[in-house]
């Protein structure tokens, strides 16, 4: 597709319940991003891939986060037993690499809200 | 990474040239400064960057400071659809890292 596109776009969940919340990358693009917006603030940086590898996860806030891209594609966050304070809007970003010297923008989808009720 | 500080909010009128500003004292020699904004219920979006020397493309302009320590974001003619938070973000050269948020400024744009 033409951009980042993310699903769903509105999840409800119950407390203790695991969701798993998708992101469909631009296609050629190398590196993917997972953010956390809670209301009213930035984004905050959840996870890194370059294709399949997850080269950085330190901004994962709890075992409870998990994030896979087995195909250097597709990518799922998945939270297990979710908490009110995971609600907020996750964000995907993807970035072709196009080189060590260069700069290159990063493309966002529209996140999910995540509401955990 | 280098810190980015910017106002909490500006006000503008439709149609009239928008100056926002972003100090980052602490730059580094191969530090790209960045514009993101993000429009309500959107991701952010790519608005520009720059390293030195003022940028223009079909968004907005950059200006730069000359010692780096600073940078104006410039939008020549504010709409409607300008309303958004706008990001200043330093990102090093040839990084394919994470880009680090701030707080942003909160543009409203009064008709």
């Known amino acids: 597709g033409a951009g980042v596109s993310q699903s769903p776009r509105y999840k409800v969940a119950k407390r203790g319940q695991d969701v798993a919340l998708r992101c469909d990358p631009i296609s050629g693009h190398v590196s993917l991003f997972w953010y956390q917006q809670a209301l009213g603030q930035g984004p905050e940086f959840l996870t890194y891939f370059q294709n399949e590898a997850q080269l950085d996860k330190s901004g994962l806030p709890s075992d409870r986060f998990f994030a896979e891209r087995p195909e250097g594609s597709v990518s799922t966050l998945k939270i297990q037993r979710t908490q009110q304070e995971d609600s907020a809007v996750y964000l995907c970003?993807?970035?072709?690499?196009?080189?060590?010297?260069?700069?290159?923008?990063?493309?966002f989808g529209s996140g999910t809200r995540l509401t955990v009720v | 990474d280098a810190k980015t500080t910017q106002p909490n909010s500006m006000e503008s009128n439709e149609e009239e040239p928008v100056h926002l500003p972003c100090n980052h004292s602490t730059i580094s020699g191969t530090d790209y400064i960045h514009w993101y904004r993000q429009l309500p219920s959107q991701g952010p979006e790519y608005v520009i960057h720059?390293?030195?020397s003022n940028v223009n493309n079909r968004m907005a302009s950059l200006a730069i400071a000359e010692d780096r320590k600073s940078s104006t974001l410039i939008l020549h003619r504010a709409t409607l659809r300008d309303a958004a938070v706008y990001y200043c973000i330093l990102k090093r050269r040839g990084s394919a890292r994470q880009l680090t948020f701030g707080s942003g400024t909160q543009l409203t744009v009064l008709p």
């Open positions: 720059g390293l030195t």
């Open positions: 970003a993807s970035s072709l690499r196009q080189g060590p010297t260069l700069n290159y923008g990063y493309t």
